[in-house]
């Protein structure tokens, strides 16, 4: 195996470490991301569901409410997906729970996450590590329609 590997710290990196001497690039890659989960899940900066469909709302000018509305127009749909998928994405939120918060089951939270896929790889390239979920919001709404397509 050519080239160096970066093992984080503790105990785990320890691990890494050990595990660079005779594993597949794959396990270590998989080793890494379990690691990144593990710290991930004790993160203080995991913001809650409820935070992240305040956050959308304001951005998307309607009301929390209207995220979980029966709702269909562009005008609640969209911010609605863009806000389930920043659930899965910022939160270790299961789809059924993710569902619940918005009054859907967990397909349509599913299907949100599936469709909006793209639009959450664009934004993890070019929002700073810092951004506040607002901003995430803001630059998904903007290019919702350029990389998702049209409703």
Same mark, same amino acid.
């Given at each position: 195996?050519s080239?160096?590997?970066e093992?984080?710290?503790?105990r785990?990196?320890?691990?890494?470490?050990?595990?660079?001497?005779?594993?597949?690039?794959?396990?270590?890659?998989?080793?890494?991301? *379990?690691?990144e989960?593990? !710290?991930r899940?004790?993160? =203080?900066? +995991?913001?809650?569901?409820? /935070?992240?469909k305040?956050?959308? #709302?304001?951005v998307?000018?309607?009301s929390?409410?209207?995220?979980s509305?029966?709702?269909?127009?562009?005008?609640?749909?969209?911010?609605?997906?863009?806000?389930?998928?920043?659930?899965?994405?910022?939160?270790?939120?299961?789809?059924?729970? *993710?569902?619940?918060?918005? !009054?859907?089951?967990?397909? =349509?939270? +599913?299907?949100?996450?599936? /469709?909006?896929e793209?639009?959450? #790889?664009?934004?993890?390239?070019?929002?700073?590590?810092?951004?506040?979920?607002?901003?995430?919001?803001?630059?998904?709404?903007?290019?919702?329609e350029?990389?998702?397509?049209?409703?």
């Amino acid at each position: 195996m050519s080239g160096t590997i970066e093992a984080p710290g503790g105990r785990l990196g320890s691990i890494i470490s050990e595990l660079a001497q005779w594993a597949s690039p794959d396990l270590i890659n998989l080793s890494h991301a *379990i690691i990144e989960m593990v !710290e991930r899940r004790g993160s =203080a900066k +995991q913001p809650s569901l409820k /935070q992240i469909k305040e956050a959308v #709302a304001a951005v998307a000018g309607v009301s929390i409410e209207e995220l979980s509305s029966e709702r269909r127009d562009r005008d609640v749909k969209r911010p609605r997906k863009v806000a389930i998928a920043l659930c899965k994405h910022l939160t270790l939120a299961g789809y059924r729970r *993710i569902g619940k918060a918005f !009054e859907r089951d967990l397909t =349509a939270a +599913q299907r949100a996450c599936r /469709q909006l896929e793209p639009l959450i #790889a664009f934004a993890g390239k070019t929002v700073p590590p810092d951004a506040s979920i607002g901003d995430w919001a803001r630059l998904m709404l903007a290019n919702y329609e350029r990389i998702v397509g049209a409703d």
